[in-house]
Every structure is written in structure tokens, then in C-alpha cells.
């Protein structure tokens, strides 16, 4: 009897949460508190819906899927478009990064790229990616080296996603920031008995119920993943991103072309405490963010922006900025790249 009850609540408990993932699916995302967004943004959240994963992508690990949408454009190369000046230049501008570069939250036109070849009259390529840090931006940039040519500028802007993924203990100081599910996945854990109880609609309800419960504690647990309290810990995360720029800014030159490494801004560099706040993320960049800053220095293409936006441009708490935030960044590069 007990089998057939269990039976029958998993089909039940199946259907209700079909039937609810369908209809959220559906629902235009909720208005943030937040001032900075507005109906760009949400128009994007819609845009971005019609992705289906990040296929896999070998060195470096994934890349956004060709997309075509109001605001979010992918092209058959699997970047971004960049708005562009016309007509082309034949010096060109290669930015590479995380979210921020590629455009999250915004239309093509408001990329940084974008706002850069509007604002200098040159021709820029974003390699940006969602999550990306400095060694996967690195192996971007030699899957594609025959584009960098003499007299071309490449852009390096990074510093979150080294920082935030990898002081987490899920993955490592060299890591990348899906480098805990990979080794889930690898190791076997996720498959087998537990695999299976835990794809039921049955564990999902229990699991929300341990959530609820234990929703005090989730900002504590997360705390505790964060690795670089230790000072030494830190350091191997900083190491890691200015060997990632050393490396880039070696084979740049070999091209002949110019390299830009940049520290890049986010809520915890403004001068005064954001709308959008973590406190975790806001210690990591106060734990590492310093020794990035000393270790670079021996650097040639090293550029500190980490404090170049005095307004809270600010999507979320993470790195976001709207449209107004990536202008003013594109602005320093149209002055820095002149």
C-alpha cells in the first residue's frame, strides 16, 4: 500500500509542478526594486529566455548559442553584435570578459563595445561571455588569434568571475565557475539511486520545505563557501588572473598589437554601499581585489577602472550595469584606446 501511495503522490506532485513551471514560464518577469533597471532590461530578461543552455565548448567550457531577439543578437561566430561605426576601421578593437563585456541586461546597442566604436569612430569585436574569467578568456582569444593583427588593440576586462567562482570552495583558485558541477557530474555522485531520488517531484517538495525552514541560515552557508578569508587562499586567486593577463599580454605583443588589462568596477568599488548588496561578494573583493592591484603592477597593459564609476549604475549585486553604467565605462576605453 505504502508503495502505491507514493506512486500516486509523485504523479500528483509531477503534475502540479508542470503545470506551475509552464505558467511562470510564461509570466513577464516581475518589476525589480531596483532604480537602475527599466524596461530595457526586462525586455532583454525576456529576450533571454529563448536560450536552451550553453552548449559545451571545448578549453572553454561553454559559448553562448546564435540567438536572434529584440535585443540579444548572436552571430553564426557565436558573439555579440556590436553595433559598429561605419565605415569599418582596419584597426580594431578586441574586447574580451565576463557578463559585463558581453552585455548582460542590455541591447546590442548599449554594449560596451557598442557605446566604444559609437563614441571613437573604431571598429570593435566582442569575445565577452556569460561567467567567463581571464584564463577562459585567454583560450578565446587563441582559438581566434589569426584575427588579432598589427596595430590592433585587445581588451582584457576582468576580475568578478575570477574572484567571485573562485574563492567559492566548490571549485579552486584555478578553476573556473562551473567547475564543482563538472566534477559532480564526473564523479558519479549525481547518477546512480541518489540521481534518481533526487530528479522526483517528491524530493523537489521536501527540498523546498528544508529551504523555507532553513532560510535564516542560506546566506551563513554560503558565507561559509568562500575560501579567501585565508590569506593565503587569496593570494592563488590573484596569482591566478594576473598569470592569465602575463600569458595574454605575451602573445598580444608577439602580434603586434596592443593589450589592455583591466580591473573592472562593480558594486563594491563604489564609494558609497550599493542598492544591490552581498555581503559575501563584497568581502571577496576586499580580500582580493587588493592583491590583484599589487601583483599587477609589474604588468605593462595592467589599467586599474575598479573605481571609475561614482554612481551606482547597478543592476544587481553582482557586476551588472544598465546601459548609462556601460557608456560611462566605454568612455574611459574611447579616452585610454584613443
Known amino acids: 500500500m505504502t508503495i502505491f501511495t507514493l506512486i500516486a503522490l509523485e504523479v500528483v506532485l509531477f503534475a502540479a509542478f508542470s503545470m506551475r513551471d509552464m505558467l511562470s514560464g510564461n509570466e513577464a518577469p516581475k518589476t525589480s526594486e531596483n532604480p537602475n533597471q527599466d524596461e530595457e532590461t526586462r525586455q532583454f530578461q525576456n529576450d533571454a529566455q529563448s536560450f536552451q543552455g550553453y552548449p559545451y565548448k571545448a578549453f572553454v567550457g561553454w559559448q553562448s548559442p546564435q540567438i536572434a531577439s529584440e535585443t ?32 548582460h541586461s542590455v541591447s546590442d546597442k548599449n554594449t560596451i563595445p557598442s557605446h566604444f566604436s559609437n563614441l571613437s569612430g573604431k571598429t570593435a569585436i566582442n569575445y565577452g561571455e556569460q561567467a567567463y574569467n581571464s584564463r577562459q578568456s585567454l583560450n578565446r582569444l587563441l582559438n581566434t588569434l589569426d584575427s588579432i593583427q598589427p596595430g590592433d588593440n585587445v581588451v582584457f576586462f576582468d576580475g568578478v568571475n575570477d574572484v567571485y567562482h573562485n574563492c567559492l570552495s566548490l571549485n579552486s ?97 563604489l564609494p558609497d554601499r550599493p542598492f544591490s548588496h552581498n555581503d559575501t561578494y563584497a ?36 557586476c551588472h550595469v544598465n546601459a548609462q553604467g556601460n557608456l560611462e565605462i566605454a568612455r574611459r576605453f574611447a579616452q585610454d584606446l584613443n
Open 72 to 103: 540579444l543578437n548572436i552571430d553564426k561566430n557565436l558573439r555579440r553584435i556590436t553595433v559598429n561605426s561605419n565605415p569599418p576601421t582596419d584597426q580594431k578593437v578586441h574586447f574580451f570578459g565576463g557578463s559585463t563585456m558581453w552585455g
Open 173 to 269: 583558485p584555478d578553476g573556473h565557475p562551473r567547475e564543482g558541477f563538472i566534477k559532480e557530474k564526473l564523479s558519479g555522485k549525481s547518477g546512480g539511486i541518489w540521481g534518481l531520488v533526487s530528479s522526483t517531484s517528491t524530493y523537489r517538495l521536501a527540498r523546498r520545505f528544508s529551504e523555507k525552514l532553513g532560510s535564516g541560515d542560506n546566506a551563513q552557508r554560503f558565507d561559509d563557501l568562500n575560501q579567501c578569508g585565508d590569506p593565503a587562499y587569496a593570494e592563488r586567486v590573484a596569482d591566478f588572473l594576473v598569470s592569465s593577463w602575463a600569458a595574454t599580454e605575451a602573445i598580444v605583443n608577439s602580434r603586434e598589437a596592443r593589450f589592455s588589462c583591466v580591473l573592472q568596477p562593480n558594486p563594491y568599488t
Open 283 to 318: 568581502a571577496q573583493i576586499q580580500q582580493v581585489y587588493p592583491l590583484i592591484r599589487e601583483k599587477a603592477q609589474k604588468l605593462g597593459c595592467f589599467q586599474d577602472y575598479s573605481g571609475i564609476l561614482q554612481q551606482d549604475f547597478y543592476i544587481d549585486h553582482c
